[in-house]
């Protein structure tokens, strides 16, 4: 079981880092995965713990800044480690913690800026909560809500069509989501009687609100070049994404979120 679990979580790894495809917790509801955990800590009656990988790439964020900021949007990868806690199979606490890679653009007073962070610590916290479900039909209802933050120095900027040596740089991004989801199950294998040795496909599709904090600024030749506190132009965000579940403890997901942005991020859940 290990060894297979150590294969799935190298996979996962390997095309992500690859070829950026890629959370939002990254699996759509508490219950999942289903098994008893790899520890079996579930049967301690205080809940499950979760480990989760997910890697995030954003392929735009506009954002809208004071009048003095056109054209302004966002793009990059996230890759974190996700620590869940399970609580009843209703409420699931969590924290984040990885590397964050950003770039951003924009216009200013009629000159193109552009702005690549360092690769830099990004944190975060979040919970999901079930709010109810309908058994026979397999259907449930989730709510999720979460912060992230992540701050670096300027890797490398450009003011106009050259690349420029700048200082007093900041690269600070400040975001939180708040997302209510519908899932559907489909069991795979029909004849498990147990639910925890069912493989499962579970669809959703969800609506949100998306919004953050982004303050980007440098100094070149005595010039200061900023996009200060501007946040997403369009904060309504839709979601859509696949968990595929299996009976040791495993689920493996991949999301789609649109309109207030254009990302794909997949995860690899892990239940101790």
Known sequence: MFKKISVITALILFVSSNCFAAPVGNTSDPKVPYGPGISNMQASGFGALKLGIDVDCIFERKLDGDEAVTEADLEGQMYLLRLGYTIADRIEPYLKLGVSHLKTGWTQNSTDIRARGENALAVGFGAKALLFEIPEHK?????????????????????????????????????????????????????????????????????????SENEVEFTYSGTEYSMDATGNENKFLLITGCDLTSPENIALSLEGRWVGETAVSTGCTLKF
């Open 139 to 211: 259907v449930r209802f989730t709510l999720d809500g979460q912060y992230l933050y992540t701050d670096s120095d300027i890797e490398e900027a450009g003011v106009g069509v050259l690349g420029r040596t700048v200082s007093s740089t900041e690269f600070k991004i400040t975001q939180w989501q708040f997302t209510a989801v519908v899932s559907k199950e489909f069991v795979l294998n029909s004849n498990g009687s147990n639910s925890a040795d069912l493989y499962s496909l579970i669809p959703y599709i969800g609506i949100g609100f998306i919004d």
